[in-house]
């Protein structure tokens, strides 16, 4: 939840939702096909539940991309102006809601694809290697949406380069899925046997990539001005947020025991 609240702070959801778009163009069907797609292959390497926190940014980013899409097209279109204004209200919340619960499904199908995206993959495997194989399923933009697919082409070329902040959150996500992934290869064990037994899980990986942001330069360490990328009373309202969370697990786990 940290690294995704430092992706959208940095803003890399925009640009990962740009370049999804950019590659699928404005169809809803292509553009959550691309999403799931990227959430499925996050989540085939890393926990269900972290790739969708991870892509839920990029999914609200996509969908407010294709919103100020529509916006575009109605205030082109001369005919049917109130009709189609009329339509968008009612079509763009049952598609925000789509592209959310896409993500979501995504994540849990992405996961069965390899032993390590979820745990029971590998007890599974132990009944089915001599009955049943692992099955593969293979998952024209239109005349008009090639000038809108040109836009946002030429978009995502406005935002340049990655940015310092961007690039610093890419290598954390990605130390953290190395991490995750060489932590335990559960036929033989992997760095975790450094510590105790059970000292070491996926949330202490998770809780120290995810705090690094809170330390961490604003702008390249050899300029002048040094500042944490997010500020205080951000990381403040999200701690509160984490320990609301964790406090409400707990009684929840409490009565459930009760």
């Not at 940290?2 to 640009?15: N, S």
């Not at 609200?60 to 529509?70: G, T």
Request: with cysteine; aromatic share 8%; hydrophobic share 45%.
């Amino acid at each position: 939840m940290m690294l995704a609240h430092a992706m959208e702070h940095v803003r890399l959801h925009r640009r990962l939702g740009l370049f999804v778009l950019s590659l699928v163009g404005t169809s809803i069907k292509w553009s959550m096909a691309g999403l799931m797609g990227v959430t499925a292959f996050l989540s085939m390497w890393i926990n269900n539940s972290a790739a969708t926190s991870i892509m839920i940014p990029a999914a609200i980013a996509i969908i407010d991309e294709l919103e100020n899409h529509q916006q575009q097209i109605q205030k082109e279109s001369e005919v049917n102006k109130l009709k189609d204004r009329r339509q968008s209200k009612e079509i763009i919340p049952l598609e925000s809601e789509t592209f959310l619960i896409a993500v979501a499904y995504s994540a849990a199908i992405g996961g069965l694809a390899t032993l390590v995206g979820t745990g029971p993959n590998i007890f599974v495997k132990g009944f089915t290697d001599e009955l049943l194989p692992w099955i593969k399923v293979d998952v024209n933009s239109l005349e008009s949406q090639k000038h809108l697919k040109s836009i946002l082409k030429e978009q995502y070329k406005e935002l340049g380069s990655l940015s310092w902040q961007e690039y610093i959150i890419a290598i954390l996500f990605f130390i953290m899925v190395i991490l995750w992934i060489t932590r335990d290869f559960s036929s033989y064990p992997g760095w975790e046997v450094i510590f105790r037994k059970d000292y070491v899980t996926d949330a202490t990986v998770a809780i120290l990539i995810g705090t690094l942001p809170l330390f961490l330069p604003n702008k390249n360490p050899f300029s002048n001005i040094l500042r944490p990328m997010i500020d205080k009373l951000t990381s403040r309202n999200l701690l509160r947020r984490c320990l609301r969370a964790i406090t409400q697990n707990s009684n929840e786990l409490l009565n459930s025991i009760v």
